[in-house]
């Protein structure tokens, strides 16, 4: 069973930085084949994309945070990155990542946003909030 968990959110000033972390378990040695991204909700909002990178390294991004994130992965450490540069109050939301593994889904992402019914496991988010 996949299992993901996010750590690194916290409260930061707008302009300042802060890098969240995905842990994935459960993988077993398929963690590299996996498609990932991260979504965030604020309260009274929908869910919504903000990145993602498939297997080979291609990423996408929500044209809110171009130029601002940036998403990675370590397929060594099974761990999934956003580092948040020049975050703005608008960037407060609960951050989730989410993994699956189906070419169909992969292969739609170096073309847009990610969406969240592509995807199947998720994890539990971690809270960032960003104070002007």
């Known amino acids: 069973q996949v299992q993901l968990v996010e750590s690194g959110g916290g409260s930061v000033q707008a302009g300042g930085s802060l890098r969240l972390s995905c842990a994935a378990s459960g993988y077993g040695y398929g963690y590299s084949t996996y498609c990932m991204a991260w979504f965030r909700q604020a309260p009274g909002k929908e869910r919504e994309g903000v990145a993602a990178i498939d297997s080979e390294g291609s990423t996408s991004y929500a044209d809110f945070v171009k130029g601002r994130f940036t998403i990675s992965k370590d397929n060594t450490k099974n761990t999934l990155y956003l580092q948040m540069a020049s975050p703005k109050p608008d960037d407060t939301a609960m951050y989730y990542c989410?993994?699956?593994?189906?070419?169909?889904?992969?292969?739609?992402?170096?073309?847009?946003?990610?969406?969240?019914?592509?995807?199947?496991?998720w994890g539990q988010g971690t809270q960032v909030t960003v104070s002007s």
């Open positions: 989410a993994a699956d593994s189906r070419d169909p889904i992969c292969d739609q992402i170096p073309q847009m946003p990610p969406r969240s019914n592509w995807f199947t496991y």
